[in-house]
């Protein structure tokens, strides 16, 4: 057994030594890191920020099904750990994930997929109640796509590569890309975009849009992280509000979203932080949040 680090970590981050063992797994011994092996995913905390990177590199991080019920169990621990306020997804610089694992598609039949419900374990991503930040390198292509459009906020590297190729497989996007995809980007372009499974650019992306910043391909993570730093310094309840009204805008009429938003707002009212944020303002001073 042998001891190395990681990656560079920004300033701030807690340093975690991955133990690698004879068969390959890495186990974490960051106090904050998590203590579950995993074998297609790395992951690790940056103070309250937790970091799940997709680690299948030869196979440009084809999202198998093992692949994502480890990212599906790793994104229910950072929810459930509360010393954890935001949580950052990425790849590496050739690819964020390069689409659903085509070889293990290829095979299966209709009556397969259908009864074991294949992509069923695929929308626990939408309920996790801290914010998901994506930092994007490389493909980001079907499955890829996909999995950055389930998260709250995308940042992606300036050659960052999008695009919902299913088509060109016998296909359609099936993870939510028809769906997710024409509310970021508008219909004529969504049409565009899955009716000819052309690719497009984290440029193209980020004035549609769908990517809320493009930046050199070696800054993309830390600003991830930093952004979620960021967003685990504020207090944590009206954060968990204000994602979960943003996500409703997805699913009510406007006057609903309305209606829903004034009594989340309304409801912040009852917490401790309310009072400190309002007050120090007043008072012109640092606000202390507790969290209550
Ligand atoms: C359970 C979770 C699923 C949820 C999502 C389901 C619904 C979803 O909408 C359906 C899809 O995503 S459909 C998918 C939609 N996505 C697509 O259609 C994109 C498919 N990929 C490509 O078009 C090309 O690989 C790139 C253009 C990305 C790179 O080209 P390049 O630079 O010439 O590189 P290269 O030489 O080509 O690849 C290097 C190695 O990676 C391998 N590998 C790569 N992607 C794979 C995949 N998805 N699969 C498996 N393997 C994949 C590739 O075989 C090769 O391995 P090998 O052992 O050496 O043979």
């Known amino acids: 057994m042998f001891t190395s680090l990681i990656r560079p970590l920004s300033r701030g981050s807690q340093i975690t030594k991955v133990l690698v063992t004879s068969n390959n797994v890495a186990k974490f011994s960051t106090s904050g890191a ?11 905390s940056h103070g309250k920020v937790g970091l799940i990177t997709l680690n299948r590199p030869k196979a440009l991080n084809a999202l198998s099904s093992h692949l994502f019920h480890e990212v599906n169990n790793a994104l229910e621990k950072f929810d459930d750990d509360t010393n954890i306020s935001a949580i950052v997804i990425t790849g590496n610089e050739r690819a964020f994930a390069a689409g659903a ?9 209709f009556a397969e997929v259908y009864k074991t419900s294949f992509l069923g374990h695929w929308g626990k991503i939408n309920d996790i109640r801290k914010p998901i930040i994506a930092a994007v390198n ?7 796509c996909e999995l950055a459009m389930s998260c709250d906020i995308i940042y992606a590297g300036e050659k960052a590569v999008f695009g919902q190729p299913e088509i060109k497989l016998g296909v359609i996007p099936g993870a939510g890309g028809t769906q997710r995809l024409v509310r970021a980007v508008g219909k ?21 849009g769908l990517v809320s910043k493009v930046l050199p ?4 993570l830390d600003e991830a992280i930093r952004l979620g730093q960021e967003i685990a310094g504020l207090s944590q309840p009206s954060i968990q509000a204000a994602k979960e009204s943003i996500n409703r805008a997805f699913e ?3 006057r609903e979203g309305c209606h829903f938003e004034r009594k989340l707002f309304y409801s912040l009212f009852a917490l401790k932080d309310k ?18």
């Open 138 to 144: 490389g493909f980001a292509l079907g499955g890829g």
């Open 34 to 44: 998590l203590q579950k092996d995993y074998q297609d995913i790395l992951t690790e």
């Open 275 to 292: 009072k400190e944020g309002m007050e120090a303002f007043v008072k012109k001073r640092e606000p202390k949040w507790t969290d209550e």
């Open 252 to 254: 009510l009429s406007l």
């Open 188 to 208: 004529s372009k969504a049409m565009e975009i899955i009716l000819s499974g052309r690719n497009f650019s984290a440029q193209e992306a980020e004035r549609w």
């Open 101 to 109: 694992d085509i070889k293990e598609m290829m095979e299966k039949s």
């Open 217 to 220: 391909v070696d800054k993309v």
